[in-house]
């Protein structure tokens, strides 16, 4: 997790999405989704995203299918600058 905190600083993405099939492969590292989130707009997607993850760490919660709100959200938001 920490090579794409990294990639994120370095590049400054408007948009990372991250998408896991059980909620314990979110839980194992809450603490960098916040700092994810503190660089990027985060959305979370998949069965293992919940809408109290993504209160507790700053992001999105994606309910439908992850690529096409990817697409949606990207639409929607800013370049990063």
């Known amino acids: 997790m920490l090579d794409l ?37 985060l959305a979370l997607a998949g069965e293992g995203a919940t809408e109290n993850l993504a209160d507790e760490t700053g992001a999105r919660l994606i309910t439908q299918d992850p690529v096409t709100a990817a697409q ?3 639409g929607s938001i800013s370049p990063a600058q």
């Open 5 to 41: 905190i990294q990639v994120a600083a370095e590049i400054r993405p408007s948009l990372v999405v991250l998408a896991a099939s059980t909620p314990e492969r979110f839980a194992a590292v809450v603490p960098d989704l916040v700092l994810l989130a503190g660089i990027a707009t």
């Open 72 to 74: 949606q959200l990207a």
